[in-house]
């Protein structure tokens, strides 16, 4: 077998060397011919000898070992008892299966084998696993793995994402200088500031063009991703789990397995890179999508919050079903003794007092005009005034005898203690076996604090746990849906996208908002996996109001819903939600499978949002006027993605109501044009003066 390894596939490559002894990633990014003179290859990457340092030139490889001459974070960090922190691992076994390569490499001396696998996925997507196994007959402490890809020297900014419960994942770009910038979470989970990706793009790389190079964590606790410039003036950019202390301590013969640090190259600007992951979750066969259609969703929380009243529930379900939802989910206040959200927590019976008769009648209404029934449960958490709590304040997360403080008057159970994991799940599946249940909203609402068991940090085995009983549900009742919701918008992650079906995208429903939350989200989570929902006419988070146009175009985007009091929706409202919800319908297909497009602008007033079908042959897109132009006549709308030598039939669609103008008259081309995509992505079409807050519909087909 050659020293030289090459990777290729859909337009990617990736070159890994052994001659050294270490594997060294050579190249990752566009594709790469076949490689012939691959001797001459390796030359070309060996360091010159400058002044004022090492005598002969080293070969920085994966490991980034401090006994080859690497100054900076080395990939595996851990020691044995103040021993064996520094580390050389010599190659022992390559392994290469089609476009998956594995290296396995051993310390003799720290008694430590290392574990490297690379695999290109058919869409081009790296995924890098790494673990460490301790072979000496002492503890090893890890303290952590860290995934590190080499990026050109011409990477010139860094473009993540950051923000807030209710703002969730807006984009921040800054240039990459000497030195590390470094993102990381702490909250035991992936929280709302959380990057749910970062790139190191080239000078002139945008969401439509150019190279960028991304890395992303399949993880759904603490993390730290980063890029970083050395002084020698090499680039990298990296991911791995963010290890408390002592979290942990190997065993004799005891492995520790990094979670997947999910890579991604694109020389189509951030576009491609997200539809290349968007590629890769769909090829799973148990990806919603390749099971059945996303269905429209209704969830009552913002129209009747705790007032859990049948008939009220049963009228909602009537005007539900009118409008064509397919989903019914019961939110909040449906157990124990949740009246509001202090107390309850934990207890996952049905209330006698809101339900004596339990739930039965209410699905059995739901299930009657045609819809599917859901449910919301917190199952990690637990509030004082609850059964469980007096019974077991134990099973809590703590630390040193304290009661961490309150966060929304909740405590977190700790998973990883077997009693506690049993009585969530046997509660939970109780419900889930006695009533018929499609789907259910998981929701996350507090941070971790003093995430220890037994005295030891474990916010690892709280997401392992998670994971695992999200699996035990799926297993005991097939074809149920899981809705992973943290607080709205925080849990989103390429780990999680495993075990749940739906992400809920953020506790906001004001459309504004959501404009850039839900189109920043859907950067690496496809947009079907992502819940989308009419909010109500005034939203309850920012009191903001809004048109029903505007709503009902912005939650097309995603996997669609409702959070509205529908019966307050008078007759034409109904009538436009009719034709909203007729429309998803017909056009999830392509909403859920075609590549999604965010165009580049000049101005940021506006978005132009959109998706491609695979083969090109149609599109919608989406103009959404945020605020105010800066010009009386806004820059033209560039229709990006399609086929440049196609001819393409333009037109505005209106199945939420037409968008409201500040103009006498529209774009000529409203009725329709027939243009090439050349022409449509060049020069594009005149916008029209919309007022702010408000968004249309273009649909494009193929001629």
């Known amino acids: 077998m050659s020293n030289t390894i ?23 990014g566009k594709a790469l011919p076949a490689i012939h003179n691959v001797d001459d290859l390796v030359l070309t990457q060996v360091e010159p000898t400058p002044h004022c340092d090492f005598d002969a030139p080293q070969t920085i490889g994966i490991w980034r070992e401090n006994s080859r001459g690497f100054i900076g974070q080395p990939t595996l960090v851990g020691a044995r008892s103040g021993r064996d922190f520094s580390n050389q691992f010599v190659l022992r076994d390559t392994k290469v299966d089609g476009n998956v390569a594995t290296f396995i490499s051993v310390d003799a001396e720290a008694e430590l084998e290392v574990l490297a696998r690379f695999e290109l996925t058919a869409q081009g997507v790296l995924k890098v696993s790494q673990q460490v196994t301790n072979l000496g007959f002492t503890d090893y402490r890890v303290d952590g793995i ?69 890395l992303s964590l399949a993880w759904s606790g603490n993390s730290r991703q980063l890029v970083e410039r050395t002084a020698i003036g090499r680039t990298s950019i990296a991911a791995g789990e963010l290890l408390l202390a002592d979290e942990v301590i190997l065993k004799s013969n005891e492995t520790y397995e990094a979670p997947v640090a999910v890579a991604v190259y694109s020389n189509e600007g951030v576009n491609g890179a997200s539809h290349r992951l968007h590629q890769m979750l769909r090829a799973r066969a148990n990806h919603p999508t390749n099971i059945r259609p996303r269905p429209i969703t209704l969830n009552v929380w913002e129209a009747v919050y705790f007032d859990h009243d049948f008939d009220k529930l049963s009228a909602l379900a009537d005007a539900a079903a009118e409008i064509g939802v397919e989903r019914f989910v019961l939110d909040d206040g449906w157990f124990g003794s949740r009246r509001d959200d202090k107390s309850g927590l934990g207890d996952w019976v049905v209330s006698a007092d809101v339900w004596p008769e339990g739930l039965g009648k209410l699905v059995n209404k739901v299930k009657s005009v045609g819809m599917e029934f859901g449910l919301w449960f917190e199952g990690e958490m637990v509030n004082a005034d609850s059964d469980l709590y007096r019974a077991h304040p134990d099973w809590i997360l703590h630390a040193g005898g304290r009661v961490p403080p309150t966060f929304r008057d909740q405590q977190v159970l700790d998973l ?120 109500p006419t005034k939203a309850h988070s920012t009191r903001r109001t809004h048109s029903h146009t505007f709503r009902a175009v912005t939650a097309l985007w995603g996997h669609a819903g409702l959070e509205w009091d529908l019966t307050e929706a008078n007759a034409e409202e109904r009538e436009l939600l009719k034709s909203w919800a007729a429309y998803y319908k017909s056009k999830r297909g392509l909403l859920h499978s075609g590549k999604t497009i965010r165009a580049d602008q000049t101005e940021t007033t506006s978005f132009i949002h959109g998706v491609v079908s695979n083969d090109k042959s149609e599109a919608i897109f989406m103009y959404a006027q945020l605020t105010t132009s800066d010009y009386s006549r806004p820059a033209n709308i560039r229709l990006t993605g399609l086929d440049e030598n196609a001819e393409y039939r333009v037109r505005v669609v209106e199945p939420a109501g037409p968008a409201t103008a500040m103009q006498l008259l529209p774009p000529k081309w409203y009725a329709g044009v027939q243009l090439s995509g050349a022409l449509l992505a060049t020069v594009g079409l005149r916008s029209p003066v919309l007022h702010p807050e408000q968004a249309m519909l273009i649909e494009v087909s193929r001629v």
């Open 416 to 535: 990883a203690h077997e009693g506690a994991f049993e009585h969530v799940f046997n509660q939970v599946n109780a419900i889930l076996s006695e009533y018929d249940i499609a789907y259910i909203k998981w929701d996350h609402n507090r941070v971790l604090t003093e995430a220890a068991h037994l005295g030891q940090a474990a916010v690892r085995r709280q997401v392992q746990a998670i994971y695992r009983m999200f699996d035990q549900f799926k297993a005991a009742h097939p074809g149920l849906e899981i809705e992973s919701c943290a607080s709205g918008g925080a849990r989103i992650d390429l780990g999680m996208v495993d075990h749940a079906d739906r992400f809920w995208t953020s506790d906001n429903n004001d459309a504004l908002e959501r404009q850039s939350i839900n189109r920043y989200t859907s950067i690496v989570i496809p947009p079907e996996m992502l819940g989308t929902h009419i909010g």
């Open 146 to 214: 860290t995934t590190f890809l080499p990026v050109p020297d011409y990477t010139k900014s860094v473009l993540d994402f950051h923000g807030r419960w209710m703002r969730e994942r807006q984009p921040q770009r800054q240039e990459i200088r000497v030195g590390t910038w470094l993102r990381e979470g702490r909250e035991g989970r992936t929280g709302h500031d959380a990057t749910t990706i970062q790139f190191a793009l080239a000078e002139a790389a945008t969401y439509e063009r150019g190279e960028v190079w991304g």
């Open 6 to 28: 090459h990777l290729s596939q859909a337009g990617v490559s990736v070159v890994i060397d052994t001659t050294s002894g270490t594997p060294a990633i050579l190249h990752w």
